[in-house]
């Protein structure tokens, strides 16, 4: 697996919803002559770009290639020579409607997989035997293109024998397991072979806007109503995660409270065969079919009935049944903020409670009255008070961002009014835009302890970077976080109808006068992240953007020295105090040994190649490790499972910790203030 990739895919951006739309003629479908005004809004408005060119061109279709074969399994060296040729020039051939580069490059890669797929159904015959001591490069990144089809049946083999492994430890038997692998070269076959014209287009849309920066992306139609239910957090639907695995639809969740988990009747790991619309709609087969049309035709409005019909494996046994659903409007509660109480003995052996607050996402709903990160921890807050906790852990360890304008907010909870963030623009001569929460509440003025982690990114490094520059927060975990500093752009385009752009539009600054573009924000006191990684990180995405400086803008009114409102400055001396405590438990704890002991074999073996035995040998380990727990790895887990695993987590714990130890310095620090006034003697806060 390629971990930048992954982790990137995590990061979600820090938006600006405009309400601004392009203007295009009535026709609804993505056709050839959209993509040179769609690529011409893009540079109206990404914040480095503003026309086309010979570099921007090549990385198009250094994208556009990576995203065809990113395995580097069916194309060889002489096809990539090609179809850089086919696409050089495309620029100013799409200005003309001539779309024929893109046309014959997809012919050409549906031309290799199609050779591929004989290649395996030939390799997977009756004389095929799985060899355990084959060895890979699994990141593609770490291995070369094959020159010709002699190296390209070599690594095929080679990928071939570790496909095979995967099925046979989930203790599927060998032939079962080449039927699973040869049909899945088969579906992809069918999927390339039948990839429409606006997915052909969607493709090279989206390279190009890679091309620009790592954030910039277009949204097909379907990807911008997935990415408005991710903001919103609700969508009206049967409520259930679905996933696609050997040709099925298979429920992978239910949510609590949707029509799914009211029935009683599914479960996951059901998978679903066919859907029928109305009472009595005629049932669709939907094997094989690609998961999104899937998920079209379950989804649809409330109070209307969907049919499904459910595959069971059950004692040995497969059952079928229908299952009869009426749709209704989901909240996805598990991307919500949550809070919960702990209760711990500081070192001097009082009690204290610290509320552990979990944000895993910036979400905002941009309807009228509609939900918010912001709006939702403003609860939480009021909920932290009446409970009377003594600190405050807010976990951003696995945030990769969300909406600008609730960062700006949820900052702002912290502190009274204030500036949070300004965004810069393209054009050098306009002064940056300052964004600052006009809320004089300040919903929790204790002791505050930010959980931060590698992949923390966006409006996440806002929040926390901007609340370490006012001295407010103390900030946990990994040494820095993602270094995500830019602010997309979502547009639609004709209303939807042909997706969205995402452009890269600006910079921001946290109040300090940072850019935490790639450099992140660092922890005051660190210890070890399971996502440790040196290939985490913007540093590592294809053509990040540098970072910048401005001059702080911090607002002298965000402080509250006063009444119930007032909030102490994190001092040096405090985090020194809480750095020296932290590091001796994390020195003592066997929990940490075994992270750092994790992030140094995979360090050591990040450049070498995997050996099929040693892999089947740790997932053995681990079954048997989860066993004697009594775990399921392939149950779904109850939210209070779910619960329980997050704070088995070393990271949540030495949080946690690290909080009750700041609530007893700042209750001592309090009485010797008290004490000083009350003597005459005033201290002061280095």
């Given at each position: ?25 009535k ?11 769609i ?49 050089t020039?495309s ?10 580069g ?62 095979i492994s ?67 957090l ?10 696609f ?75 079928r ?14 991307d ?18 610290v ?84 809320d ?26 901007t ?53 992140g ?27 910048k ?20 400055l ?47 040998s ?20 109850t939210?209070?499972?779910?619960e ?37 003697v ?5």
């Amino acid at each position: 697996m390629n971990i930048k990739k992954s982790i990137a895919n995590l990061v979600l951006a820090l938006l600006v919803f405009s309400v601004a739309q392009i203007s295009w003629a009535k026709e609804e479908d993505l056709s050839c002559r959209y993509i040179a005004p769609i690529l011409t809004a893009y540079l109206d408005r990404h914040v480095n770009y503003s026309e086309l060119n010979k570099e921007l061109e090549k990385r198009t279709i250094d994208q556009y290639l990576d995203k065809l074969d990113s395995g580097k399994l069916y194309l060889l060296e002489k096809d990539v020579a090609k179809i850089k040729s086919m696409l050089t020039g495309s620029f100013k051939k799409l200005k003309g409607n001539n779309c024929a580069g893109v046309e014959s490059s997809h012919k050409l890669y549906v031309k290799r997989v199609q050779e591929r797929v004989a290649m395996a159904k030939k390799y997977l015959g009756p004389k095929f035997k799985f060899d355990k001591n084959t060895t890979l490069y699994l990141d593609p990144e770490k291995r070369k293109r094959p020159k010709n089809d002699k190296e390209s049946e070599v690594l095929l083999h080679k990928y071939i024998q570790f496909q095979i492994s995967n099925y046979l430890d989930t203790d599927e038997t060998l032939e079962k397991s080449k039927e699973l692998v040869l049909r899945s070269y088969e579906r992809n076959l069918r999927r390339v072979s039948t990839l429409s014209q606006d997915d052909l287009w969607t493709l090279y849309i989206d390279s190009f806007a890679h091309a620009l920066d790592p954030h910039s992306s277009y949204f097909s139609k379907d990807a911008l109503k997935d990415f408005q239910i991710q903001m919103s957090l609700s969508l009206e639907g049967i409520g259930a995660s679905l996933s696609f695995k050997d040709g099925f639809t298979v429920i992978e969740q239910l949510i609590a409270g949707g029509a799914a988990y009211r029935s009683g009747k599914l479960k996951p790991k059901d998978r679903i065969v066919a859907v029928g619309q109305g009472k009595e709609g005629k049932f669709e087969n939907v094997i094989e079919m690609d998961l999104r049309e899937v998920v079209k035709k379950i989804r649809g409005p409330k109070g209307s009935t969907v049919r499904l019909t459910v595959t069971r494996k059950e004692g040995g046994e497969t059952k079928r049944m229908v299952v009869n659903l009426i749709r209704d409007k989901i909240k996805l509660e598990d991307d919500a903020a949550h809070v919960y109480f702990q209760k711990r003995k500081d070192k001097a052996g009082v009690d204290r409670k610290v509320a552990v607050v979990t944000l895993p996402s910036f979400y905002a709903d941009s309807s009228l009255r509609g939900r918010s990160g912001s709006k939702d921890l403003k609860k939480i807050f009021k909920q932290v008070r009446e409970q009377k906790a003594d600190s405050v852990v807010f976990d951003l360890s696995t945030n990769g961002g969300g909406s600008l304008d609730d960062a700006v907010k949820v900052a702002g909870l912290f502190f009274a009014r204030g500036n949070v963030v300004k965004q810069s623009h393209r054009d050098p001569r306009r002064p940056e835009l300052a964004l600052a929460d006009e809320d004089p509440s300040v919903d929790w003025a204790g002791p505050l302890v930010i959980l931060i982690g590698r992949i923390s990114a966006s409006a996440s490094e806002i929040v926390s970077g901007t609340l370490k520059e006012y001295r407010r927060a103390v900030i946990v975990g990994s040494e820095h976080t993602f270094g995500k500093g830019t602010v997309q752009s979502v547009e639609p385009l004709k209303g939807g109808d042909l997706g969205a752009i995402k452009t890269t539009v600006g910079m921001f600054f946290t109040a300090g006068g940072a850019s935490t573009q790639v450099r992140g924000v660092r922890s005051d006191i660190t210890f070890p992240d399971a996502f440790d990684d040196d290939d985490v990180g913007e540093a590592k995405l294809d053509y990040s953007l540098p970072p910048k400086t401005i001059s702080p803008f911090l607002s002298a009114e965000a402080y509250v020295t006063d009444g119930p409102r007032a909030w102490d400055l994190v001092s040096k001396s405090t985090i020194k105090q809480l750095k020296v405590r932290s590091e001796k438990r994390v020195a003592a704890s066997e929990k940490f040994k075994e992270i750092e002991k994790d992030l140094k074999e995979a360090k050591e073996k990040k450049d070498k190649p995997v050996k099929l035995s040693d892999l089947m040998s740790k997932r053995k380990d681990a079954k048997e490790e989860a066993k004697k727990k009594g775990e399921d790895l392939d149950r779904v887990l109850t939210a209070e499972e779910k619960e329980k695993k997050y704070f088995e987590r070393a990271d949540v714990q030495e949080a946690i910790n690290i909080a009750v130890d700041y609530a007893e310095i700042d209750a001592t620090q309090k009485k010797i203030n008290l004490g000083s006034t009350r003597t005459g003697v005033k201290s002061s806060s280095n």
